[in-house]
T-cell receptor, first 116, second 114 residues
Framework: GAVVSQHPSRVICKSGTSVKIECRSL??????MFWYRQFPKQSLMLMAT?????????EQGVEKDKFLINHASLTLSTLTVTSAHPEDSSFYIC????????????FGPGTRLTVL | KNQVEQSPQSLIILEGKNCTLQ??????????LRWYKQDTGRGPVSLTI?????NTKSNGRYTATLDADTKQSSLHITASQLSDSASYIC?????????????FGKGTHLIIQP
């Protein structure tokens, strides 16, 4: 099966700092990666779609200048939460697909972000 | 607006018992429906995927059903084990059925007690 990793698994930071989260597809090339945010007892909420070599597409209400996404290669996408605030504390999950039209999303294990 | 409603919100059963989780959707045009298992603090893992023409699909002790006419799906867990404790998420795909156009349910939080 396809494996997607995320790093770090947990991060605690001070308010105002920036945090970078990495998402890697370990055994396949991902044409597209997705970033989700999940609050406790809530469903996953899509934040943005990331295609290798192009700008990310953000969902309505998600600030692109606050959540910077870089999909530099077919196996790596990064999400940087800039000037983090306590309300940004959440569980961030990425997923990767080989083929955006037909393939299943393979989810990473998630990153728990706590902003103090 | 596309929606996916899951019930119950939470469920507690004894180890060894069976249970059924429900998913109702209003996603259109429908392409496929997936059930995911999400352990606490982990990413979702796919259990089953069903397209319009499929009524049932099994994965070990997990059996999913789909009624495309009533837009309902269920996930039946047989002989539950402690490791089944998790959130189960129903995800319905519209349009071309790929990675785009997904609507997530809020999940059913299942607790298996010894």
């Amino acid at each position: 099966g396809a494996v997607v990793s995320q790093h770090p698994s947990r991060v605690i930071c001070k308010s105002g700092t920036s945090v970078k989260i990495e998402c890697r597809s370990l055994d396949f090339q991902a044409t597209t990666m997705f970033w989700y945010r999940q609050f406790p007892k809530q469903s996953l909420m899509l934040m943005a779609t990331s295609n290798e070599g192009s700008k990310a597409t953000y969902e309505q209400g998600v600030e692109k200048d606050k959540f910077l996404i870089n999909h530099a290669s077919l196996t790596l996408s990064t999400l940087t939460v800039t000037s983090a605030h306590p309300e940004d504390s959440s569980f961030y999950i990425c997923s990767a697909v080989r083929d955006r039209i037909t393939d299943t999303q393979y989810f990473g294990p998630g990153t728990r972000l706590t902003v103090l | 607006k596309n929606q996916v409603e899951q019930s119950p919100q939470s469920l507690i059963i004894l180890e060894g018992k069976n249970c059924t989780l429900q998913c109702n959707y209003t996603v259109s045009p429908f392409s496929n429906l997936r059930w995911y298992k999400q352990d606490t603090g982990r990413g979702p893992v796919s259990l089953t995927i069903m397209t319009f023409s499929e009524n049932t699909k099994s994965n070990g002790r997990y059996t999913a059903t789909l009624d495309a006419d009533t837009k309902q799906s269920s996930l039946h867990i047989t002989a539950s084990q402690l490791s089944d404790s998790a959130s189960y998420i129903c995800v319905v795909s519209a349009l071309l059925g790929g990675a785009d156009g997904l609507t997530f349910g809020k999940g059913t939080h299942l607790i298996i007690q010894p």
